[in-house]
T-cell receptor, first 112, second 118 residues
Framework: KQEVTQIPAALSVPEGENLVLNCSFT??????LQWFRQDPGKGLTSLLL?????REQTSGRLNASLDKSSGRSTLYIAASQPGDSATYLC???????????FGPGTRLSVLP | EAGVAQSPRYKIIEKRQSVAFWCNPI?????LYWYQQILGQGPKLLIQ????????DSQLPKDRFSAERLKGVDSTLKIQPAKLEDSAVYLC????????????????FGEGSRLTVL
């Protein structure tokens, strides 16, 4: 059974710092991995999706990497801003392309 | 392109009452998911549909929860009777079926329906 963990559970940084959020999964037979952002009281917004054959994806200040063999993904946020404050969740889709399993999320606070 | 639509956004009921949530996925998305998200946790799958068939309902508490997607488009999730521990956000998501190389299988969420059971 796939299990997804995220470290750290919470993170508080001053504005302008570069930071890394970590996601680990137990079964490397994944179809893809997706990073989401969730603001309080809102649904999940897709940030980046990495297919199992890819190593990384970039969008603006965000870069996500995938090391399938070691069961890890990282989300790198460059030059953090207060507007980046939110909970970041990763989810892996199994190799049969059906179910998604979510991590518990990392709650990020960027202080002005 | 319209996103995933959910209603109501908020619902407050007393325990043992019933409640229903509605979801309309992105047009053309064959796969529809209902997730339960308890405060401070990641979403947990309740049920997954492909068109109007159930793919996975192994974590759905079937003694009180039911869901249907009769015409393979919109879906309804019902809770009857509700318990205090059902207080959560109920998220609907949809995606294309990832059978084609051009389809990434990306998952899209609605805004969620927040349920409070008193």
């Amino acid at each position: 059974k796939q299990e997804v963990t995220q470290i750290p559970a919470a993170l508080s940084v001053p504005e302008g710092e570069n930071l890394v959020l970590n996601c680990s999964f137990t079964d490397s037979a994944i179809y893809n991995l997706q990073w989401f952002r969730q603001d309080p009281g809102k649904g999940l917004t897709s940030l980046l999706l990495i297919q199992s054959s890819q190593r990384e994806q970039t969008s603006g200040r965000l870069n996500a990497s995938l090391d399938k063999s070691s069961g890890r993904s990282t989300l790198y946020i460059a030059a953090s801003q207060p507007g980046d404050s939110a909970t970041y969740l990763c989810a892996v889709r199994d190799n049969y392309g059906q179910n998604f399993v979510f991590g518990p999320g990392t709650r990020l606070s960027v202080l002005p | 392109e319209a996103g995933v639509a959910q209603s109501p956004r908020y619902k407050i009921i007393e325990k043992r009452q019933s409640v229903a949530f509605w979801c309309n996925p992105i047009s053309g998305h064959a796969t529809l998911y209902w997730y339960q998200q308890i405060l401070g946790q990641g979403p947990k799958l309740l049920i997954q549909f492909q068109n109007n068939g159930v793919v996975d309902d192994s974590q759905l508490p079937k003694d009180r929860f039911s869901a249907e997607r009769l015409k393979g488009v919109d879906s309804t999730l019902k809770i009857q009777p509700a318990k205090l521990e059902d207080s959560a956000v109920y998220l609907c998501a949809s995606s294309l079926v990832p059978l084609a190389p051009s389809n990434t299988g990306e998952l899209f969420f609605g805004e969620g329906s927040r349920l409070t059971v008193l």
